[in-house]
């Protein structure tokens, strides 16, 4: 990041964790594709690999040195909750901004904020997303409840059944010997014969 001089363009990229490289490679031909076509220049940017539930983000913060030192007049970013997932965190930021006559452009939203309108305008679209978060949240709670409810079972699909071991058993395998075969350990099999109610003296005895 090169360094913020007077009336410089900010341009803020964030994922959430460092293995979205994809994501931020995305965003940034996306804000560089908008800048071009804007004829911006003396742009700075700043990257973030870190949760937007969190507000301690350390170009986000250092964004918001040179927001407050005057050096900064215009923020792009790809989508608003770029800056922030959080409602509060996120209308604190602009109020702020938009006070000190930052404009604040959301290239895939096609949102250009600057003044009183624009802090009254993102408000509410925070709030919507927001919204559509804890929505999102709801369906998640309730469709995992109603799988319970019938029976499913939740979670990764297992990599080893009942059906790979009952035969070698009754082919006269010991547990050791079927742990070596499928490559499994002897508690593995344990588990999965647990887990499909299988007694392993029944299988012994109907061989």
Known sequence: MSKAKKNTIAVYCRVSTFDQEKGMLSQEK??????????????????????????????????????????????????????????????????????????????SQQLDFSGAVGQMVAGILFAVAQMERENLRENTKRGLAAAKARGSILGKRPLLFAKDITPLIKDGYTIADVSKKLKKTRQAIYNCLKREKIVLADIIVSH
């Open 30 to 107: 996306a804000l560089k594709d908008y800048c071009i076509n804007q004829g911006f220049k003396n742009i700075v940017w700043f990257k973030d690999k870190i949760s937007g539930s969190k507000i301690n983000r350390p170009a986000f913060n250092k964004l918001q040195k040179h927001i407050f030192e005057g050096k900064i007049k215009t923020v792009i970013v790809w989508k608003l909750d770029r800056l922030s997932r959080s409602l509060k965190d996120g209308i604190n930021v602009l109020t702020d901004w938009l006070e000190k006559d930052v404009r604040i452009i959301a290239t």
